[in-house]
C-alpha cells in the first residue's frame, strides 16, 4: 500500500496526464472543425490570390452586374441627349471606363484576398497550436510529477538503507 503523498501525486499525476491529453485531443479537433469551417472562405480566397481569370471574374460577377448596370443607366441618359461632340466621345469613352473600373474592382478583390487568406491561416494555425500546446504541457507535467516522486522513492530508499548501515555499524 503507497503512503498518502504517493497517493496524492500519483492522484495529481492522473488527473494533470488526463487533463493534458483532453486538452490535445480538443485542441486537434477544434483545429479540424476550424479548417472545415472556413474551407469554403479559404478555397474563394485561394482562387482570388491565384488570379485565374475565370474564377476572379466569378468572384467579381455581383459587382461587374452593378458596374454594368450603372453603365448602362448612363449610356441611356447620354443616348437621350441631342446629338454632338460631346455625346459621342462619352459613349465612346463609356466601354473603356467600364472596364477600368472592374479590372480595379477585380484588382482590389485579389489585393484583399491575399490579406485575408493569411490572416485566416495564421489564425487557425494559431489557434491549433496553442491548443495541443496547452495539451502538451500538461501532460509532461504529469510526466514530471511522475519522475519527482520516483526521485522521491530513490532518496526515501537511499536514507532508510543508510540509516540502516549506520544503526548496524553502532
Known sequence: MADSLTQFVNSIQGLTAQQGQTAFNTGQQQTQEGVNATAPALDYLTKLTKGDQ?????????????????????????SMQPRGGGKTTALAEAPFQKAGQIQRTE????????????????????????????????????????????????????????????????
Open 107 to 170: 484588382g482590389a478583390m485579389r489585393t484583399g484576398a491575399a490579406g485575408q487568406l493569411g490572416s485566416l491561416g495564421a489564425q487557425l494555425a494559431g489557434l491549433g497550436l496553442g491548443e495541443s500546446g496547452l495539451g502538451a504541457n500538461l501532460e509532461s507535467m504529469a510526466q514530471n510529477a511522475a519522475l519527482t516522486r520516483r526521485g522521491q522513492n530513490m532518496s526515501d530508499t537511499f536514507a532508510s538503507q543508510f540509516s540502516q548501515l549506520v544503526n548496524a555499524i553502532f
Open 54 to 78: 475565370g474564377d476572379v471574374t466569378q468572384a467579381a460577377q455581383p459587382e461587374i452586374d452593378q458596374i454594368t448596370q450603372q453603365f448602362d443607366q448612363i449610356r441611356n441618359m447620354i
